[in-house]
């Protein structure tokens, strides 16, 4: 963590009149998937407070902004679901509840998460809360396969009083119902590609390991001195690089054209689904470019002590991420274009 704080990483979502770097997406998902290629599992705490940020900032006063950012390399950590519970007291809120899942927990200064607030008998509104992680309790929860490094535990409170300068209505979206990018619908998949860019780094540091090797490691039950003395070697490596060099070189096209789209007020449904489609192509490509190289590897990929299987299982489960819903992105889009055949067919 002082590492990627020397380096300026989590300073790239700061605005510069607050001392920050102000990166423009491309130039935040090139230095994230750089970092990926090392530990994904670092990355990912990265693009997660540099997703957050233009996320939720834009709720914030210029009060709160400049205590926010009293620390331009200040970190953002929170969790979606499920809200916890708030109730209005004098000058605030107080909170109680439980949020998992919170990457970044144990050392972000910061912590973002949703409240249903009651005041009286009246029905509740939902909030974002900004807090203090230190006035918030962490039950170490996170015990998986893959993205060990995140420390993506549980938040809790147990009647925590939050200023009402710190509880952040929500806007809403035409429907009248609460909408956190109401008027921002790029914001989505801003976050998504910020995220993607630590999981195409693991992959390029999976095609690392293995084209370190490609010339010592000897095909087992062959007479081949090496893997790349081997045609077939080598056309699986070939294969894999190309899946993962396509997929970084997508990931830059796609961060572009996103960050284009950044201060557009509306989107085409048909273009959200489509560069959700594209989004979930690169994870795709990044998964089937490392399987191969575990296969060209072996057994032995799985020892603990080989980084082959650390970059395979961060990859693996960072992929599982809401924002990377394979199925879910497909059947929106084919609804999305049903829809759009119904409405152009000549009656």
Known sequence: MAALQDAGAFALATPVRFGGL?????????VISELGRGCP?????????????????????EDVLVEFYSDPDTRLCGAGNPPGRGR????????????PYASGC?????????????DGDGPPELV??????????????????????????TLVADDVFVPQAHVLPLPTGPNGAPDLFSGRPAGPLAGGVTLLAALVGAARGALDVAGSTLHERKPPMTQYDSLAASPGARHWFAEATHLIESA?????????????????????DRDTTTLRMRLNSIVQRCQEGVNLLLDLNGASSFAADNALQR???DLHVGSRHVQFNPYLALENHAKVLAD????????
């Open 106 to 118: 144990e050392d972000a200064p910061w912590a973002i998460t949703p409240v249903m607030v009651r």
């Open 248 to 268: 970084q070189h997508d990931l830059l096209v796609l961060a572009a054209e996103i960050d284009q789209l950044m201060a557009e007020p509306t989107l085409a």
């Open 340 to 347: 759009a055949e119904v409405t152009t067919t000549p009656a």
């Open 41 to 61: 599992s670092s990355a990912w705490l990265v693009a997660v407070s540099a997703e957050a940020q233009p996320a939720f900032t834009p709720l914030m006063s």
């Open 311 to 313: 970059f395979w299982r």
């Open 128 to 153: 974002v809360v900004l807090a203090p992680t230190s006035d918030l309790d962490i039950e170490r929860t996170w015990d998986t396969a893959g993205m060990r490094g995140t420390g993506s535990h």
């Open 88 to 99: 209005r007291v004098t000058g605030g809120v107080r909170v109680s509840g439980r949020w």
């Open 22 to 30: 102000g990166a423009d997406l491309p130039t935040t998902v090139r």
